[in-house]
């Protein structure tokens, strides 16, 4: 069924009205009376009578402008939902960070977000890096905001921040007599270490493979507060990056170690699919993640 025979249809049983619909439509009368011709050709009913200079709708009419109705309803429907996204007036967006991120980083971004855009809904999910970026291939997550590492070719990224990674533990533990140390004094301390996929994780393993070295890891844990309680209590040593931890070293119950010679980062992007057009809600988050300065 061709949809412009169908509006002159239904806007002349709007208007029961030839020359009105003609108006309406911005065509001549003949051409609205052709296009109602070739439906009722198609449809093989009558759809008008006409009484003197008036028209009536048939009954096979009345059942088709129900419909018709609804059609052009859910047209304009359609029509106003894509104004609204391109407008974001309306819209959603699921992004994937790493729980440090989600938890010291994102709810400042979110909330400048939603401030700008009050009516865009937000869905946060947090994993290890690894995690966030598979769940870009799974189209669970549209952005992620991840720890660098060797991407796939399918993955765009864009460079988002470096954050510095520090080595810590109680104030008691017997390291802290130390000023400063060496990876080598670390490689022999038990460590409390982040689980696999962890951006932490990765930069940390990277550094004692460069130095030749294997780390004696005590315990295995992706939950950032219990690792610092494990901390707190003596149990271990562990790196993280500098947020999670700043205000447990302010109150003195973790203590940050200099290592000599070393200064541990870890560099972050925004990751997403480079064969999948980005929404414009996902860009209009990225704008507020690099506008962070």
Known sequence: ???????????????????????????????????????????????????GNKIYLTEP??????????IFELENQAETALKELS?????????????????????????????????ISITLNEGSSLE?????FSLHNELAIVAHTEYPKTINTIEFSEEEIIFIASPEHKICKKE???????????????????????????????RGLTPTILYEASNLDFIKELLISGEGVSFMVRPVVQ???????????????????????IAFLSN??????????????????
């Open 87 to 119: 407008e974001l007036k309306k819209g959603s967006i699921h992004i994937g960070t790493t729980k440090t991120y989600a938890r010291y980083l994102m709810p400042g971004f979110i909330s400048r977000f939603h401030s700008r855009f009050p009516n």
């Open 247 to 269: 205000r447990e070293i302010n109150d003195g119950l973790l203590k940050e170690i200099k290592i000599k010679d070393i200064r541990l980062v870890m560099h972050s992007k």
């Open 1 to 51: 069924m061709n949809l412009n025979q169908l509006r002159a249809f239904y806007i002349t049983a709007m208007e029961l009205n030839f020359s009105k619909a003609a108006e309406r439509l911005f065509v001549s009368q003949p051409a609205v009376s052709l296009h109602i011709k070739h439906l009722e050709e198609l449809l093989k009913v009558k759809l008008f009578n006409k009484a």
């Open 180 to 210: 400063q140390v060496t990876l080598d004094d670390i490689a022999k301390t038990p460590i409390i270490m982040r689980e696999e996929g962890s951006g932490t994780r990765m930069a940390v393993m990277n550094l004692f493979h460069e």
């Open 61 to 70: 009419g009345h059942i088709l402008l129900d419909y018709a109705k609804k």
């Open 276 to 293: 999948k057009t980005l929404s414009r809600p996902a860009k209009a988050f990225i704008d507020i993640l690099l506008s962070k300065q």
């Open 132 to 136: 966030m970026i598979q769940s870009l």
